[in-house]
Every structure is written in C-alpha cells, then in structure tokens.
C-alpha cells in the first residue's frame, strides 16, 4: 500500500483528500503545515505529499525547497494542490521541484489521474 | 459490446419517443436500464423552457419546424464523456504505430481519422503526443468529427474548464500546449491547428475523403444496434487504407461484431481490414 501525506491546513481539505485517497487504496497521513510536514517525511518518506500553498508556519514553497534540498534518501513525488491557479504559480511550482499540479476545486477523477501521472496510482 | 435492450417507441410516451428520435437522428439507442438518465440529462432544457414535463417537450418538438429544439435535444442525450490523453497506454501505442510508419514511409503524409471525437480531447492528445516524436503538420493530418454539432463547436474552439484540463492531462503538457484565459484553459493555436474538426454523423454521412492509415472509433459503436454497428464497420473499413488501423475503444472489439476486420499482431488492441475488405 502507498503512502500519501497530505499538507493543508484546512481540516475539511484534508478529510475530502484522505477520503478520496484511502478509496484509491492509499494510506494518509496528514500535517497542517509544513513544518509538520518536514518533520513527518524525516521520520519516514511518504511515496507521495499532497500539498497546499499558503499556509501558517512554513509554506508549501517553503516545504517543498527545503525538502528538495534534505537529504531525505527516498524522495517523494509532489504534487501541488491548491488554488493559486496562476501560470506563474504553477511555473514557479514545478521550477522548484513539484512533479504535478492540481487546481482546487479537485474531484476524485482529477486527483486519481495526477496520481496516475506521476506513477504512484 | 452488449447492453440491455433499447426504449423503443412502443415502450410508450415522452420517453418513447425521445428515444426513437436519437435513434433516427444518430442511429444510437439508449437502453431501457439508461432510459431514466433521459430525462435528468433534459431537464435543463425544459426547466430553460418552461416546460412542466417531458409529454410538452414531446408536443414542442411534433410543432417545431426548423428542427433545432431536436437538434438541442440531441445533444443533451448524447453521452459527451471524454478526457485527455483517456487510455493514454492506447493512444501512445497509436502514436508509436503512426511514428514507425512515416519511418517506413518518410515521404508520405499519413492521415488519422478520430470518430466520434466528442469536444476534441482525444484528437489533441494525439496531437500533442505527435508532436513529442517529431510528428508535426507536415507528416501527419488529424480529421476529427462528431454527430454533435455543439461538441464541434467547442472542440473548435479548443477551451476547457478547469476540471477538464486537469484530467488526465499533465501539467507539463497543459503548460506546454495551453493559456489560461479567466477559469479557463485555452489550446494554443499551434495545437488546435493541428486538427481539421468537422461535424459528421456516422451512421448517414459519409466519411471524411481520402484514405487514412488510422482510425479512432473508441466508446461509439457499443451504442449502435448490432446491424448499424455493421454498416459502420463496413463505413470505417472503407475510409482505411489496405494497410489501414482501426483503434476501438476499451472492451469493445470487433469479434463477432463484423468479418471486415481482424486483430492485428503488430499492434496488441488494434486491428487491420482483413482480405476480403480489401
């Protein structure tokens, strides 16, 4: 079974996707920012992070540099999930690391096709 | 490519006789299990229209003359659901099919033909896939077309939702090929070129002219009874060339459907005309 953690400091957000992710077969875990995040990949690298944007604490920017730039052997596929829709936003996303793009709102479909692209479903 | 058995005219009423004119505009029959969707997928209209039931919607469409409330009508009922890049295992077995033969054949134009194309996302994921082997305009013609006139018209116009985008496309791709425009996401004319879409019913109209190498005709034919499926193979076994392809859609095959086809070993799913369609 995959793992999936999701970062969103939005609790509903975060139960739709475990929702949705435990029918597609993965096991969830969550952080409400991303600084819980890092702490939660550093005891054990999830296979793939669900990841908002804003958020208190430390951003998922912020998250995801810091993560590309640890040493965390086994390094997760991102997947950026959030509503800054932007061109500029989803360029700057995948220039520093993201793997894939979801613009919120999402559904089942939507999300079960990025995890299919970026090979984890 | 079973389903139950269709809503006939006889089956009585407003849903009777919606179902026999889809039947007699696009020779596609709604099941008796499915009939129930009919009048879900019509309630915009009559809600648009002010009508209080289906039996109004019947009256209108016995006194209307320029066939446009039945054009509406159609267009509703028909099952428009697509995505990009759907079976994309197919669609890149296609393109590597359509790469290897313009290697085999580098002077020559190579024409797809994508049947029942719906709002386009099939057609421009070949597109794009094309392009990545270097497929460009001058190697390969795209023919798209549809029997629904207001799935044409949008596939032309190339603009998707935000939930249309986003499935089963990447965003490298949708980065690549799109501008987003509002809450929309709009193909760049370089892509949207790349397709001639046209508005064509299979059953009536003829197909597209010239011969193609490939044809598309996934998730269409499994709504036709069993002797219009025929006539449509003999139709798509005539538009291909001898060593022509025919890509059905998932679960659908022609065996048992028709002779004028047999799988292909080259390409596992595909199929070639057999001799005797020659």
């Given at each position: 079974?995959?793992?999936?953690?999701?970062?969103?400091d939005?609790?509903?957000?975060?139960?739709?996707?475990r929702?949705?992710?435990?029918?597609?077969?993965f096991?969830v875990?969550?952080?409400g920012?991303?600084?819980?995040?890092?702490?939660?990949?550093?005891?054990?690298?999830?296979?793939v992070?669900?990841?908002?944007?804003?958020?208190?604490?430390?951003?998922?920017?912020?998250?995801?540099?810091?993560?590309?730039?640890?040493?965390?052997?086994?390094?997760?596929?991102?997947?950026?999930?959030?509503?800054?829709?932007?061109m500029?936003?989803?360029?700057?996303?995948?220039e520093?690391?993201?793997?894939?793009?979801?613009?919120?709102?999402?559904d089942?479909?939507?999300?079960?096709?990025k995890?299919?692209i970026v090979?984890?479903? | 490519?079973?389903?139950s058995?269709?809503?006939?005219?006889?089956?009585g009423g407003a849903?009777g006789a919606?179902?026999?004119?889809l039947?007699?505009?696009?020779?596609?029959?709604?099941?008796?299990?499915r009939?129930?969707?009919?009048?879900?997928?019509?309630?915009?209209?009559?809600?648009?229209?002010?009508?209080?039931?289906?039996?109004?919607?019947?009256?209108?469409?016995?006194?209307?003359?320029?066939?446009?409330?039945a054009?509406?009508?159609?267009?509703?009922?028909l099952n428009?659901?697509t995505?990009?890049?759907?079976?994309t295992?197919?669609?890149?077995?296609?393109?590597?099919?359509i790469?290897?033969?313009?290697?085999?054949?580098?002077?020559?134009?190579?024409?797809?033909w994508s049947?029942?194309?719906?709002?386009?996302q099939?057609?421009?994921s070949?597109?794009?896939?094309?392009?990545?082997?270097?497929?460009?305009?001058?190697?390969?013609d795209?023919?798209?077309?549809?029997?629904?006139?207001?799935?044409?018209?949008?596939?032309?116009?190339?603009?998707?939702?935000?939930?249309?985008?986003?499935?089963?496309?990447?965003?490298?791709?949708?980065?690549?090929?799109f501008?987003?425009?509002?809450?929309?996401?709009?193909?760049?004319?370089?892509l949207?070129?790349?397709?001639q879409?046209?508005?064509?019913?299979?059953?009536?109209?003829?197909?597209?002219?010239?011969?193609?190498?490939?044809?598309?005709?996934?998730?269409?034919l499994?709504?036709?009874?069993?002797?219009?499926?025929r006539?449509?193979?003999?139709?798509?076994?005539g538009?291909?060339?001898?060593?022509?392809?025919?890509?059905?859609?998932?679960?659908?095959?022609?065996?048992?459907q028709t002779?004028?086809?047999?799988p292909t070993?080259?390409?596992?799913?595909?199929?070639t005309?057999?001799?005797?369609?020659?």
């Amino acid at each position: 079974m995959k793992t999936c953690l999701v970062v969103d400091d939005s609790k509903v957000i975060r139960k739709v996707a475990r929702h949705i992710l435990e029918t597609l077969d993965f096991e969830v875990r969550e952080a409400g920012d991303g600084r819980e995040a890092l702490d939660s990949c550093m005891a054990a690298a999830p296979d793939v992070i669900l990841l908002d944007w804003n958020m208190p604490v430390m951003s998922g920017m912020e998250f995801l540099r810091a993560l590309r730039e640890s040493d965390i052997a086994a390094k997760p596929k991102v997947v950026f999930c959030t509503t800054e829709n932007g061109m500029a936003y989803i360029r700057a996303a995948i220039e520093a690391g993201a793997d894939e793009y979801v613009m919120k709102p999402f559904d089942r479909e939507t999300l079960e096709s990025k995890l299919q692209i970026v090979g984890v479903a | 490519m079973s389903h139950s058995a269709p809503v006939r005219p006889a089956a009585g009423g407003a849903i009777g006789a919606i179902a026999a004119l889809l039947e007699h505009r696009t020779g596609q029959q709604i099941a008796a299990s499915r009939a129930w969707r009919l009048e879900t997928s019509l309630k915009p209209l009559l809600r648009g229209l002010g009508f209080a039931s289906l039996d109004d919607l019947v009256a209108a469409l016995a006194m209307s003359t320029d066939g446009r409330l039945a054009e509406q009508v159609v267009d509703l009922l028909l099952n428009q659901e697509t995505s990009f890049f759907r079976d994309t295992l197919v669609l890149e077995m296609v393109a590597d099919a359509i790469a290897a033969r313009r290697a085999a054949t580098p002077g020559r134009r190579l024409r797809i033909w994508s049947s029942g194309c719906s709002t386009g996302q099939e057609p421009l994921s070949l597109a794009m896939l094309l392009e990545e082997r270097g497929l460009g305009p001058n190697a390969v013609d795209l023919v798209a077309t549809d029997v629904s006139g207001a799935a044409i018209t949008r596939a032309r116009a190339g603009r998707f939702s935000q939930f249309e985008i986003q499935r089963g496309l990447s965003v490298l791709r949708m980065m690549r090929w799109f501008e987003s425009d509002d809450f929309d996401w709009v193909a760049r004319s370089e892509l949207l070129r790349r397709v001639q879409f046209r508005r064509q019913n299979l059953v009536s109209d003829p197909a597209p002219p010239g011969q193609f190498d490939l044809v598309l005709c996934r998730n269409v034919l499994l709504y036709f009874p069993s002797d219009v499926r025929r006539a449509v193979f003999e139709r798509l076994a005539g538009a291909l060339r001898d060593d022509g392809l025919l890509v059905l859609g998932a679960g659908e095959t022609v065996i048992g459907q028709t002779g004028r086809f047999a799988p292909t070993p080259a390409w596992r799913g595909l199929y070639t005309r057999t001799p005797a369609a020659r």
